[in-house]
């Protein structure tokens, strides 16, 4: 029984051996059979026109990457048992990619040069095709490599190639930074040459620069693949990385290697050298000249606001104080600005920029600052229609009351009769009752006197015309003829209404000397000045 089982254990490996060499052999003739076939393809690629190329490109594109994935395939899986048979099939790839390399640089040539004879719309043509082989370029570059290392892992001497191949990725590689060294500079020209053009060369020169982006684009993606390549054999490539960080600027994490990091470093340096020796002495000059236009606008703004000045404060003029501070500051802003800008200007900075920078920055802010702009909206409605003045009393935001002592867009500084200083918004100003005490010259006192109900009302009557007959400072013209009527007959005194007019200034003096002479003379004539009385009843219940 033992012999019957273990002449089955080797029957059964036998079998599956024979099937792994049977799939083995299938896969083989298959790569085979699709490399023969990428031969006929490619002599066919050769041989036809542009067109009709891509079509055959992209066919060779894909059967090659079907073939590199059978045969990396089979590597892994027989090439221990297998490398007798695999050998060749390697060997052959690397054959096939290292002519197409060579078909597709031939390829770019014949194109570039195509294109330098052809017109523009040819022209362009003919450069696309150019620079799509050059990506074709790039596949099959790295599918190279691939192989490489598949033939290394099977024991293949494959190193005279790949020292060969070595030595063409860094040609590429300068070939490329050449290239884009040269692109961008014309990139740059460009742009400076569309500062000082008309609009239709502007639009010209605008079209040029934007093609030659989109090259700089596709160069840049070439190095960067070339360079991936080079790193994965250990050569030198801080120099090129160097050059895609200075022309992208894109922070990647090759650029915190040592070596590109102290490259950059030396590159600015030298460069910020070059440029000191060449550029100090008009950075001096135009510095200077900017100070002088510093210094001068500042004297020139005095002088207008002197002049503004002396020109709104003319009486004829019957402006506001708050009119003419917001003249006079404006004045010397405008010319302020002014001279900044023309100073700006001399430093070679260009203004248009930077005057639609602070046009969206005054947006940014005014969005920010929508209180105070509300407050500067109702400054300038007090500008306007002059509610009040400098030097005004007035009673405002709803019980402030006091003598106007200063005026802004902004705000308005009160200072109360107690001399206390109150800075209070324009908003809340404008959006309430303003009563201007002092806008008229003349104003009436109100004032309220009671006698008892056992005094005799027209020897009050008398007493109390005298008091405002004989002081000075009542108006006693017949357009401010002061009033003394009974007013009222209240609860415990019978009320006189005493009105006599005053001059603006004189109001509290005449309030207070009426007053304290009517306690007098009700004193002197036996006139008595009741206070509130109340009758209070007691019954006793037995």
């Given at each position: 029984m033992r012999?019957?089982?273990?002449?089955?254990?080797?029957?059964?490996?036998?079998?599956?051996?024979?099937?792994?060499?049977?799939?083995?052999?299938?896969?083989?003739?298959?790569?085979n059979?699709?490399?023969?076939?990428?031969?006929?393809?490619?002599?066919?690629?050769?041989?036809?026109?542009?067109?009709e190329?891509?079509?055959?490109e992209?066919?060779?594109?894909?059967?090659?990457?079907?073939?590199?994935?059978?045969v990396?395939?089979?590597?892994?899986?027989?090439?221990d048992?297998?490398?007798?048979?695999?050998?060749?099939?390697?060997?052959?790839?690397?054959?096939?990619?290292?002519?197409?390399?060579?078909?597709?640089?031939?390829?770019?040539?014949?194109?570039?040069?195509?294109?330098?004879?052809?017109?523009?719309?040819?022209?362009?043509?003919?450069?696309?095709?150019?620079?799509?082989?050059?990506?074709?370029?790039?596949?099959?570059y790295?599918?190279?490599?691939?192989?490489?290392?598949l033939?290394?892992?099977?024991?293949?001497?494959?190193?005279?190639?790949?020292?060969?191949?070595?030595?063409?990725?860094?040609?590429?590689?300068?070939?490329?930074?050449?290239?884009?060294?040269?692109?961008h500079?014309?990139?740059?020209?460009?742009?400076?040459?569309?500062?000082?053009?008309?609009?239709?060369?502007?639009?010209?020169?605008?079209?040029?620069?934007?093609?030659?982006a989109?090259?700089?684009?596709?160069?840049?993606?070439n190095?960067?693949?070339?360079?991936l390549?080079?790193?994965?054999?250990?050569?030198?490539?801080?120099?090129?990385?160097?050059?895609?960080?200075?022309?992208t600027?894109?922070?990647?994490?090759?650029?915190?290697?040592?070596?590109?990091?102290?490259?950059?470093?030396?590159?600015?340096?030298?460069?910020?050298?070059?440029?000191?020796?060449?550029?100090?002495?008009?950075?001096?000059?135009?510095?200077?000249?900017?100070?002088?236009i510093?210094?001068?606008?500042?004297s020139?703004?005095?002088?207008?606001?002197?002049?503004?000045?002396k020109?709104?404060?003319?009486?004829?003029?019957?402006l506001?104080?708050?009119?003419?501070?917001?003249?006079i500051?404006?004045?010397?802003?405008?010319?302020?600005?002014?001279?900044?800008?023309?100073?700006?200007?001399?430093?070679?900075?260009?203004?248009?920029?930077l005057?639609?920078?602070?046009?969206?920055?005054?947006?940014?802010?005014?969005?920010?600052?929508q209180?105070?702009?509300?407050?500067?909206?109702?400054?300038m409605?007090?500008?306007?229609?002059?509610?009040?003045?400098?030097?005004?009393?007035?009673?405002?935001?709803?019980?402030?009351?006091?003598?106007?002592?200063?005026?802004?867009?902004v705000?308005?500084?009160?200072?109360?009769?107690?001399?206390?200083?109150?800075?209070?918004?324009?908003?809340?100003?404008?959006?309430?009752t303003?009563?201007?005490?002092?806008?008229?010259?003349?104003?009436?006192?109100?004032?309220?006197?009671?006698?008892?109900?056992?005094?005799?009302?027209?020897?009050?009557?008398?007493?109390?015309?005298?008091i405002?007959?004989?002081?000075?400072?009542v108006?006693?013209?017949?357009?401010?003829?002061?009033?003394?009527?009974?007013?009222?007959?209240?609860?415990?005194?019978?009320?006189?209404?005493?009105?006599?007019?005053?001059?603006n200034?004189?109001?509290?003096?005449?309030?207070?000397?009426?007053t304290?002479?009517?306690?007098?003379?009700?004193?002197e004539?036996?006139?008595?000045i009741?206070?509130?009385?109340?009758?209070?009843?007691?019954?006793?219940?037995?």
């Amino acid at each position: 029984m033992r012999k019957y089982l273990i002449f089955f254990a080797l029957f059964f490996v036998s079998s599956l051996t024979n099937a792994n060499s049977d799939a083995f052999e299938q896969a083989l003739a298959e790569i085979n059979v699709q490399q023969q076939n990428m031969v006929v393809e490619h002599n066919k690629l050769i041989t036809t026109a542009d067109e009709e190329r891509l079509y055959f490109e992209d066919v060779l594109s894909r059967q090659n990457k079907q073939v590199r994935d059978k045969v990396t395939l089979l590597v892994n899986t027989y090439g221990d048992d297998h490398e007798t048979e695999l050998g060749p099939v390697l060997m052959e790839q690397v054959k096939y990619l290292e002519t197409a390399i060579k078909t597709t640089k031939a390829e770019i040539n014949r194109l570039l040069d195509a294109a330098e004879q052809a017109a523009d719309a040819k022209k362009i043509e003919l450069s696309n095709y150019a620079y799509e082989n050059m990506i074709t370029l790039d596949q099959h570059y790295f599918a190279l490599a691939d192989t490489f290392t598949l033939c290394e892992k099977m024991n293949l001497d494959v190193s005279s190639s790949v020292s060969k191949f070595k030595r063409a990725l860094v040609s590429r590689a300068d070939m490329l930074s050449n290239m884009l060294r040269f692109y961008h500079k014309r990139e740059n020209d460009l742009q400076d040459r569309m500062l000082v053009t008309t609009d239709e060369e502007k639009a010209e020169l605008t079209k040029t620069a934007r093609q030659l982006a989109e090259v700089s684009k596709l160069l840049v993606a070439n190095l960067e693949n070339t360079v991936l390549l080079l790193d994965r054999y250990k050569l030198d490539t801080a120099e090129y990385k160097q050059l895609i960080f200075s022309i992208t600027g894109e922070i990647t994490v090759d650029v915190l290697n040592f070596n590109v990091v102290s490259g950059l470093a030396t590159q600015w340096l030298t460069s910020f050298k070059e440029w000191a020796l060449v550029e100090t002495p008009t950075l001096i000059m135009r510095l200077l000249l900017f100070v002088a236009i510093i210094i001068g606008t500042r004297s020139v703004s005095k002088l207008v606001k002197r002049a503004v000045k002396k020109s709104v404060s003319r009486p004829s003029m019957k402006l506001s104080k708050l009119m003419q501070e917001f003249f006079i500051g404006l004045s010397g802003k405008i010319t302020f600005v002014l001279g900044l800008l023309i100073a700006i200007s001399q430093l070679g900075i260009n203004l248009g920029p930077l005057l639609a920078g602070f046009g969206v920055a005054g947006i940014v802010i005014g969005l920010a600052l929508q209180d105070t702009l509300s407050n500067f909206a109702s400054g300038m409605m007090i500008l306007i229609y002059r509610p009040f003045d400098v030097g005004d009393f007035v009673d405002v935001a709803g019980g402030v009351r006091g003598k106007v002592s200063h005026m802004s867009l902004v705000s308005t500084t009160i200072k109360t009769f107690d001399h206390q200083r109150l800075i209070i918004p324009n908003n809340k100003i404008w959006g309430d009752t303003i009563n201007n005490i002092s806008a008229e010259n003349y104003r009436r006192v109100d004032m309220l006197f009671g006698i008892g109900y056992g005094d005799d009302i027209r020897k009050a009557e008398q007493v109390l015309q005298d008091i405002l007959e004989t002081h000075p400072l009542v108006l006693k013209d017949k357009d401010h003829e002061y009033v003394i009527k009974v007013h009222a007959l209240g609860e415990s005194s019978v009320d006189f209404a005493v009105r006599p007019w005053v001059e603006n200034a004189d109001y509290w003096t005449v309030y207070w000397d009426v007053t304290r002479a009517v306690k007098l003379r009700f004193d002197e004539e036996g006139i008595s000045i009741p206070f509130p009385q109340r009758d209070v009843h007691i019954y006793q219940h037995g």
